[in-house]
């Protein structure tokens, strides 16, 4: 049984900072590839960026040069740094993993239970 958990988030100020965590926990054999999405409500989830485990990255246009993905692979933790934050940040954040459960098995996708994050003075 695999667990993914946000922690982090919360009230961030315009032009401020935030930082999010995520571990994936349980039964782990290999961790392909760890990210972030976000969704605010009436519309679709959608990309932030994401972290290969050879240390790839690929971030939305919207968040490319302000937020920043970085992971440890040993920890099955990946984290979202937020910087020059704005108000349409705002949305409930996402954090997903690529896991191969057991060896031989094929990757799965797993979602977290998803952390606010409010963008407002």
């Known amino acids: 049984q695999v667990q993914v958990m946000e922690s982090g988030g919360g009230l961030g100020q315009p032009g401020g900072s935030l930082r999010l965590s995520c571990a994936a926990s349980?039964?782990?054999?290999?961790?392909?590839?760890m990210g972030w999405y976000r969704q605010v409500p009436g519309k679709e989830r959608e990309f932030v960026a994401y972290i290969n485990n050879d240390a790839t990255t690929n971030y939305a246009d919207s968040v490319k040069g302000r937020f920043t993905i970085s992971s440890d692979n040993a920890k099955k933790m990946v984290w979202l740094q937020m910087s020059s934050l704005k108000p349409e940040d705002t949305a409930v954040y996402y954090c997903?993993?690529?896991?191969?459960?057991?060896?031989?098995?094929?990757?799965?996708?797993?979602w977290g239970q998803g952390t606010q994050v409010t963008v407002s003075s």
């Open positions: 997903s993993a690529d896991i191969m459960p057991t060896v031989g098995s094929r990757y799965l996708h797993y």
């Open positions: 349980g039964i782990i054999f290999r961790v392909n590839a």
